[in-house]
Structures are given as C-alpha cells and as structure tokens.
C-alpha cells in the first residue's frame, strides 16, 4: 500500500479533509485522473521563480491584476454607452449583451484549457493583450449589429481567459512563495475603481468615441505587466523542481514527466463531487448579484436617489470589497475556504433581503459595504478552494469553468430573469 495522500479540499480550523492510501479502493476516481493522489495536497514540488524573493513576485503580480482590471474597468462600465452611441437600439444592445454571456461561459473554460495545455500561461495573456489592442484600434470603424458583435464577443472571449489566468498565477504563487493572496488582489480592484473614475471623466470630456482608445491602452498595460513575469510564475508544475527538471518519487525512483493534458482530464473536474458542490454553491452567490450588477442604478434613480449618490452607493460597494481584502488573510487562517463561502452565503441574503425592501439610503450605505462580504467573502474563498482542491496543471481551466460559470451563464440568465421583474413589478 503506497504512501497515504491527503486532499484538503476546505482547509481552515475544523475543515474537512479527505484521506487515502494511493490507489486503495478508497481513492476517488477523480483524484487518480487529475493527478492530485500522490501529489501531497498542494504538491508545489519545490518550484521557485529564481532570483525573485516573495515580495518581489508578489508586486509583479500586482502589476498583472492592475493590468488585468483596468481593461475592464474601462469596457465594463461603457461597452453599452458606446454601442448606443453607434445607433444600436436598447433592445439589439440586451440582445448583444446576451450574445457576450454565451461567449464567456463557452470561451473561458476552452482557451483556459489551452492556457494550462501549453504549461507556461503567460503565452495566453499575451495573445489577450495583442487581441484587446487589435479590436480597439478596429472597433472605431465597426458599423452595424455584426459588426459590432465580432467586437463584443471578441473582448468578451478574451477577457474570459484573461481573469481566470491571472487569478490563478496569482492565488498559486501566493501558496508557493508564502505571501498573502488579497493583498495582490486588493490592487485590482483599485485598479477597477480608477479606471471607472477616469474613464468616466474621459468619455464625459470626450465622448463615448473615445472607448477603443481606452481599450488599447489597456492592452498595453496588460502587455506589459505580462512581460514583467518570470517564465517560472506562469508554470504550475507540481512535479518540477524546476521547469524541465524530475523530482525524486517514492523510494528514491525519478518521478517521469507528466502526461499531456487532454480534455478527458478537463472532463474529469466535473466528475468531482467536492468541485461540482463548489461550483453549485460559489457560483450561486457570485450570480446573485446580477439584478445588482445591472438594475439596482435603475431602481434607485426611479425612487429618486441622484445619479451623484448611486454613484457614491457603488463606490461603497468596492470600497467595502477592499476593507476584506486587507483582513482576509487572517480570516482565511481562522474560517477555511468553506468557512468564507458560507460567510458570503450569509452575507448576500442578508443584503438582499434588505434591499428588497426599498431601505433608506442610510441603511443602502450598510447593504453596499456588505459588498465586501457577498462578494468579497465568497471571492476569497473561492479562489482558495481552487488553490487546494484542483489539480495544479488544471488550475486555469477549474478558475475558468468556475468563472464562466459564475460570471457568464449564471448571470446572464439572473439577469434575463431580473429584467422581466423589474418590467413587471418595478424598483
């Protein structure tokens, strides 16, 4: 009977953990394809990115979130101001909208798989940045739906690899080389949040015309923090020292190199009950903020609040997120990623329940700094269940299927529900 392997699947105090001895009648099934039997949990072999200490890796990667959320910082918010200044009605912009949903719930799961195939990610980022940039330079000639459709699915299929990708080099290194994951990610929601600040100001000067030029500038920001990654921050190879290095295997033997990936390794994800129960609930609070994301500017402009503090309520809402961050190290010590699931789980019924009840704006200051639960919370622990719990050499594929998930279909049909609601019962 080989040594006996331990998946911890929740970690935290009192979390759950799943023992075997590798390749005995209790080993799942799933483990033994994806590789995680035998692998010692995390299985990070001894992988360091040479020359770099943990703090130097951890503002490169900084830098990558920072290019990564300012690009959509600056589409998310005025993709559909741009498209009704190119003459599209409301109804072709929904249908448009709808149409980019389906491309990152089908996009993000594929080109993250292709992304972890190729062994080092950072080839993916940099086909993303190249992509940002073409469309931009093109998309001030687009006229017409399909012609503004190529662009929208375009960027909506490369920022669906784009996130994954750089979420999980981010979360992994931060396991490898030991320094806190929120703190790296806490700069890409800055980052969000001033690219909403200024190029909101810019398309107010400028005019929504203005948009490619953003998004070009964005790709270059991406570019360029890519290009600030060691070769070794973009491998995950838990059976490497080094990249094309063996590691010793049980008894002394030389572990051989692993197998190619192929989709029967992808498939294999979904065939494991511990990720499908993830998905089931990470993906059912992250989609309950659809309505929110979409339609809460509209309830409270229609119960007369200004446009001024909708604005300040949404700031609210990532400065709350940001609050998280800071602590959520030690809350992660302390609570497990199950234990910050179920945090945001709890979180975003309280808020929404809250909400639905028309709350002065007193109380819709405490509901938006609830954000940093709902989302923050949930965030956190799900980007380290990830870290544990998936294979290493899938780990851009299971933040892709999570993310394509959670952030495509999931909400594309919340908010197709949430906009009969509103047409029907109003604010």
């Known amino acids: 009977m080989g040594r006996a392997s331990v998946l911890r699947a929740y970690g935290g105090r009192g979390g759950v953990e799943y023992s075997a001895p590798r ?19 995390l299985g990070l072999g001894g992988m360091r990115a040479e020359g770099l200490t943990g703090g130097a890796m951890a503002r490169r990667l900084s830098v990558l979130q920072i290019g990564a959320c300012a690009i959509l910082g600056a589409y998310l918010p005025f993709f559909p101001v741009w498209l009704a200044h190119k003459g599209l ?4 912009i929904g249908a448009l909208l709808a149409l980019t949903f389906i491309a990152r719930t089908l996009a993000g799961p594929a080109l993250s798989f292709l992304a972890d195939e190729r062994g080092d990610r950072r080839p993916m980022l940099v086909m993303a940045a190249f992509a940002f940039m073409a469309v931009g330079a093109v998309m001030g000639a687009a006229e017409g739906f399909l012609a503004l459709a190529f662009v929208g699915l375009s960027m909506a299929a490369f920022l ?12 992994w290194n931060a396991v490898l080389h030991k320094f806190d994951y929120a703190r790296v990610r806490i700069w890409g929601s800055l980052a969000f949040i001033a690219t909403n600040i200024a190029a909101g100001a810019w398309v107010a000067r400028e005019g929504p015309q203005v948009l490619p030029l953003a998004i070009v500038a964005g790709g270059a920001l991406l570019l360029l923090a890519v290009r600030l990654l060691p070769e070794a921050a973009g491998r995950i190879r838990p059976q490497a020292a080094h990249p094309g290095e063996a590691v010793e295997g049980e008894g002394g033997s030389v572990a051989p190199p692993p197998p190619r990936l192929s989709w029967r390794d992808a498939r294999a994800l979904l065939r494991a009950p511990v990720y499908l129960l993830f998905l089931a609930g990470a993906c059912a609070i992250q989609a309950s903020h659809a309505i929110y994301y979409n339609f ?19 700031g609210l809402g990532v400065a709350g997120e940001v609050v998280l961050f800071l602590f959520a190290g030690r809350l992660v010590e302390r609570l497990g990623p199950a234990g910050l699931l179920v945090l945001g789980g709890l979180g975003a ?21 609830a954000h940093g639960l709902s989302f923050g919370a949930a965030h956190i622990g799900a980007m380290h269940f990830l870290a544990r719990a998936a294979p290493a050499r899938l780990a851009a594929t299971a933040q892709g299927l999570y993310s394509s998930l959670a952030m495509g279909l999931l909400v594309g049909v919340m908010t197709l529900i949430g906009g009969g609601l509103f047409e029907s019962v109003g604010p």
């Open 23 to 41: 390749g005995g009648p209790g080993s799942p099934p799933w483990l033994e394809d994806t590789g995680l039997v035998g692998m010692g949990g």
């Open 349 to 369: 019924v309280i808020r929404w329940t809250v909400m639905a009840s028309a709350p002065p704006v007193p109380l819709l200051v405490l509901c938006q700094l």
């Open 296 to 314: 809460s500017a509209l309830g409270w402009s229609g119960r007369g609040i200004s446009e001024g503090v909708i604005g300040l309520l949404w």
């Open 160 to 171: 669906a690899v784009t996130l994954p990708v750089t979420e999980s080099l981010s979360v």
């Open 89 to 92: 009605s409301p109804s072709s």
